[in-house]
């Protein structure tokens, strides 16, 4: 009596489904800290301000300012603590998004494509805006800012963006299987970041045998690679922008990987452990 009919859909109709549920759960996620989306934005941006301005007197302080690259000084603070602010952001996002057995995978269209790409855009759409909001008030407040090569500047932020994305989508998937292991492992990461990152100096001036301490990290060699497109005097020479893709691609691989194995074993009594 009742015959169920089987609805065929072309590709580009699963795209656009697929575009349309991203969309509407990555507006889910931006307004998630707080129900106006401005507002959720303007948190970022005086979160990123106070952080930004928390180095600059403890570099003004402690005299780090000779360190720095000659040109305007808080470019060169934005260069390395928003690129890192945004690295970070967005593995955190990535990782806390909605898992196998979270209850918005009960909904037919949702599934954890969407709730990683979701959170991955959240956190691209956020930190751009927070960026450019930034940018505006140094330009117009304290000084005009000028980027030697904005293509490229913009290039290396969407690559840390998408390095954020990768490890996030590896610390999602291990998540569910260590908990408490992940996220102390998360937390050390992020607190090696602090220094190894090299946000608080260049690398050019660093002696030869302090660069294998820092150059395995891909973010790293992102910010050095950021300030050689920010800076006309400043030719990077020590650091890639290959390194950090070929890197993120792997860990890509990896994390998919992961992720698809363990939405395959998914279990519900997975959320009591957490």
Known sequence: MF?????????????????????????????????????????????????????YFMFSILGGRGMAIRGNYLLYLMSGIFIYLTHIQTLRQVMMADGPTSDMMQHAPMNTLVSIASAGLASLYTQFVSLLCILLLIHTLIEPVEIHYWPGALGMFLLVWFSGVVLGIIFMALKSWFPEFINILSMVYIRANMIFSGKMFVANMMPAMMLPVFTWNPLFHIIDQMRGHVFVNYVPHN????????????????????????????????????
């Open 3 to 55: 015959v169920s009919s089987r609805k065929t859909r072309s590709m580009v109709g699963l795209i656009f489904n697929f575009c349309e549920v991203t969309f509407h759960a990555t507006a889910r996620k931006v307004r998630k800290t707080h129900g106006n989306a401005i507002l959720a934005i303007a948190l970022s941006v005086v979160q990123s301000l106070l952080f930004i301005a928390a180095f």
């Open 239 to 274: 650091t890639s922008a290959d390194y950090p893709l070929y890197m993120s691609l792997v860990f890509l691989l990896i994390g998919m990987m992961l992720e698809h194995y363990t939405r395959l074993h998914a279990s519900a009594s997975w959320n009591a452990k957490r």
